[in-house]
């Protein structure tokens, strides 16, 4: 069965610093993996994805997150944070041997970005 | 344009008492899904339905069943609530494909009294 762990409950960082919130999954076959982003009483938003290719991902509002096989991670960056980056992130994963379409999320960080 | 719509936003059902959620797109997407999330914790999966092909996770409890009439409408039926049960609900619908992104609602909060 398929999971993903997000080892860090918060992350800090301040504006204009980069951030780095980091992932790591387990799959059977390959993985399809996500990252959305939450903020309080909404539903997830979603940021961006890898499937194939390029192991850099860019997506929505300045977000990146690089793709390491070797390493089954996916981490999310931005090379510079905004206070409104402040909101709970969510790492999500399908595994390429299931035919069901289930998608599993981690445990989620919550980025706090100071001024 | 809302795309996924879970209606009510917030619902307050009385303990034991029969609640049913809902959710509906206009994506004409096939895979639908229901999500439990407890206090910002990571949303755990319910059920989900490609098409009608419905899929039940192990370690949800038979309190819960769900219902696919059509392909636009999917609905959460909580038999017996408890107190346990509190928690956002999120619906999310998706293309049938392994690499397409899930797009979600924006959740029904339920309150046990």
């Known amino acids: 069965a398929q999971s993903v762990a997000q080892p860090e409950d918060q992350v800090n960082v301040a504006e204009g610093n980069p951030l780095t919130v980091k992932c790591t999954y387990s799959?059977?076959?390959?993985?399809?993996l996500f990252w959305y982003v939450q903020y309080p009483n909404r539903g997830l938003q979603f940021l961006l994805k890898?499937?194939?290719?390029?192991?850099l991902v860019k997506g929505s509002y300045g977000f990146e997150a690089e793709f390491n096989k070797s390493q089954t991670s996916f981490h999310l960056k931005k090379p510079s944070a905004l206070v409104s980056d402040s909101a709970l992130y969510f790492c999500?994963?399908?595994?390429?041997?299931?035919?069901?379409?289930?998608?599993?999320f981690g445990s989620g960080t919550r980025l706090l970005v100071r001024p | 344009d809302a795309m996924v719509i879970q209606n009510p936003r917030y619902q307050v059902t009385q303990f034991g008492k029969p609640v049913t959620l809902s959710c509906s797109q206009t994506?004409?997407?096939?895979?639908m899904y229901w999500y439990q999330q407890k206090s910002s914790q990571a949303p755990k999966l319910l059920f989900h339905?490609?098409?009608?092909?419905?899929?039940n996770e192990a370690d949800t409890p038979d309190n819960f069943q769900s219902r696919r009439p059509n392909t636009s409408f999917c609905f959460l039926d909580i038999r017996s609530p408890g107190l346990g049960d509190a928690a956002m609900y999120l619906c999310?619908?998706?293309?049938?494909?392994?690499?397409?992104?899930?797009?979600f609602g924006q959740g029904t909060r339920l309150t046990v009294v």
């Open positions: 999310a619908t998706s293309y049938g494909g392994l690499n397409t992104e899930a797009f």
């Open positions: 799959v059977s076959g390959n993985p399809y």
């Open positions: 890898y499937i194939t290719g390029d192991n």
């Open positions: 999500a994963v399908r595994d390429g041997v299931d035919s069901s379409y289930k998608l599993i």
């Open positions: 994506l004409n997407h096939n895979v």
């Open positions: 339905y490609y098409d009608k092909d419905f899929n």
